[in-house]
């Protein structure tokens, strides 16, 4: 089974590959990722900002001033590391802001200073006409220092936001939520629970020591006998058992073996082992 690390990694790779470049152009594209998410959080209104504010804060997670700032060095101009400390923690804060929201916190005029810096950085690169994902996101567009408005004549042009860029990361990190729902869905103890009772169960009689912490914090030791086994789970004849949820150890096999109590009433409960048995573990406790 697929493990949440690798789901994250893979969706992490997935979400850089439309901002990924050509090596020399490769630091002008992350600053161009990060202008056109920005602009379009500061500039944008309705589901178009929402969108951007998630890319925004999804790209201000993967980055820092110093990798910028090197990012920078490779397309060939100089950068503050302070600077984009700056911009990324103004970014990370609007973005929060706007998707909880509640209104920008001073206006825009600090953050239209922002993507102006961005901007021109971009440009600086000269990088525009060879990568066109950048490109599209400074091409025609001034800046106005007093008000941080756009100067341009046509503020909706399609040059102004390239939302591709904005669109893929955003899928990817809706893919990845939705496949860390059915990761913790397919692991929770309901769902174990189902997969275990469908399992082929023998009878067999074992007199066994459970080992527990109750419900008040103290460490207990109970005498079970099971009633039946599978590869997954067995029943016990067990008075007073705690509730669903708990976990318990039992020596199996001269081996402690962590488990989980998946149901209980008055006088029997359903145990689920953390690791199934082998086949040949299941033989030698049915023929115990």
């Excluded at 302070?82 to 923690?89: A, G, K, Q």
Aim: contains cysteine; aromatic residues 8%; hydrophobic residues 40%.
């Amino acid at each position: 089974m697929v493990t949440i690390r690798v789901l994250v990694l893979a969706s992490l790779v997935l979400a850089l590959m439309p901002l990924r470049a050509a090596a020399r152009c490769e630091g002008a594209v992350q600053l161009a990722g990060l202008h056109n998410a920005y602009r379009a959080t500061v500039f944008e209104t309705g589901q178009p900002q929402k969108l951007a504010a998630t890319s925004l804060l999804v790209f201000v997670g993967q980055q820092s001033g110093v990798r910028l700032a090197e990012h920078a060095t490779r397309a060939g101009v100089e950068a503050s590391e302070e600077r984009l400390d700056e911009i990324l923690s103004d970014a990370e804060t609007l973005a929060i802001r706007t998707l909880s929201g509640e209104p920008a916190e001073n206006g825009t005029f600090h953050h239209g200073l922002n993507v102006q810096y961005l901007a021109e950085l971009f440009d600086a690169t000269g990088c525009r006409n060879s990568q066109a994902t950048a490109s599209q996101s400074v091409v025609g567009t001034s800046w106005n220092y007093g008000t941080g408005t756009n100067g341009s004549s046509d503020s909706s042009s399609p040059d102004s936001l390239n939302y591709t860029s904005l669109i893929l990361p955003a899928l990817f990190v809706g893919a990845l939520v939705a496949l860390f729902g059915a990761y913790k869905f397919y692991t929770s103890l309901s769902m174990r629970r189902r997969r275990v009772e469908r399992l082929p169960r023998s009878p067999v009689s074992l007199s066994l020591t459970a080992t527990f912490t109750s419900e008040d914090g103290q460490m207990k030791q109970a005498e079970v006998e099971t009633l039946d086994i599978s590869v997954g789970g067995m029943k016990v004849n067990w008075n007073d058992p705690p509730p669903p949820g708990t976990t318990v150890s039992f020596q199996l096999l001269q081996r402690e073996r962590l488990c989980q109590v998946a149901w209980s009433n008055n006088f029997y409960a359903g145990i689920m082992f953390d690791e199934v048995l082998n086949k040949q573990e299941l033989k030698t406790l049915k023929e115990a």
